[in-house]
């Protein structure tokens, strides 16, 4: 299905025809259309409302797996299997050196609708955080918002991003270690002025996939001048560990992943998420010659 010329959508032309290659993108198709399924990104009933469907402002800073989120999304509209209007959008925050014109012409070649928004929030973020702190927060923060602002302007119902499940494991583990809580970034979320859905279509699909997907494709990767060179940060940290743990215990990324799906707070220690006060003894009369074995827990 994904070798015929005339029926491809431009990102994926001059895609490798490898088995391997073939296998990974059927992989990342697979569990990107999984999780908009499973945390029910699409209303099937929303475009019956004004007569179209919804719109998605698709996130787009130039790296490996905001690339991927945009070709997998192109690809379950083109195949039919999203019915979803898209809008790319690149947020240029004035940084240093940021090549202005790559994404632009990338996307006029990709014949992708999208808006590039010009915002210096490059210069606020140097400016108010002390020497020494990383600019994270404060610079996802002025992103947020200004993303925010251009999904109501175009008209769209929810803001895309690019995180996958490593980002979802290291972000948990960062809450664990450093917040005192158990959180991360959910697939699925409505912003705090309530107006907004924020999803995270890859949220199935490992990082690694990521990164050998879009060097495949040979797409212009742009990367993070801004943080990505400071030192200290804790993700960078925290992402050490998971890497040691896998090189340890191949596969051990997926088992915590899956346990973030399987949560029972019955056996935590939150009485905001269960009723400990009010649990009371529910004995069973078990016959001693019934066979029967009482549960443990």
């Known amino acids: 299905m ?45 475009h019956e409302k004004d007569g179209k469907p919804p719109r998605w402002l698709v996130c787009l800073s130039g790296g490996k797996d905001s690339y991927t989120l945009l070709a997998v999304l192109y690809e379950l509209k083109w195949r039919g299997l999203l ?85 979802i494991l290291e972000t948990f583990f960062m809450n664990l270690f450093h917040g005192g809580r158990l959180a991360t970034m959910p697939p699925k979320l409505v912003n705090e002025e309530g107006d907004l859905f924020v999803f995270r279509p890859l949220a199935h699909v490992a990082e690694a996939d990521c990164e050998k997907f879009a060097t495949s494709m040979n797409y212009p990767i742009i990367p993070c001048d801004l943080c990505g060179s400071q030192d200290g940060l804790q993700r960078q940290q925290v992402k050490q560990i998971l890497d040691q743990w896998e090189k340890n215990s191949p596969g051990r990324r997926q088992v915590m992943f899956r346990a973030l799906t399987n949560a029972r707070p019955s056996h935590l220690l939150d009485p905001k998420l269960f009723d400990f006060a009010n649990l009371s003894l529910n004995p069973r009369k078990t016959d001693e010659n019934s066979g029967e074995i009482p549960q443990l827990r």
């Open 2 to 46: 994904f070798d015929d010329a005339d029926d491809i959508h431009p990102l994926f032309a001059g895609a490798p025809s490898t088995t391997e290659f073939k296998k990974l993108r059927k992989r990342i198709i697979r569990q990107t259309r999984e999780a908009i399924e499973h945390y029910g990104m699409v209303d099937p009933s929303a």
């Open 83 to 167: 019915p979803v209007d898209l809008l790319a959008c690149n947020l240029d925050q004035g940084q240093p050196g940021f090549p202005a014109t790559v994404l632009p012409e990338f996307l006029e070649r990709m014949n992708v609708p999208h808006r590039i928004e010009y915002q210096d929030t490059y210069s606020v973020v140097v400016d108010k955080v002390p020497q020494g702190r990383t600019y994270c927060a404060l610079c996802s923060r002025l992103r947020r918002g200004n993303l925010y602002r251009v999904a109501r302007e175009e008209g769209c119902s929810a803001v895309v991003l690019g995180h996958h499940r490593d980002d």
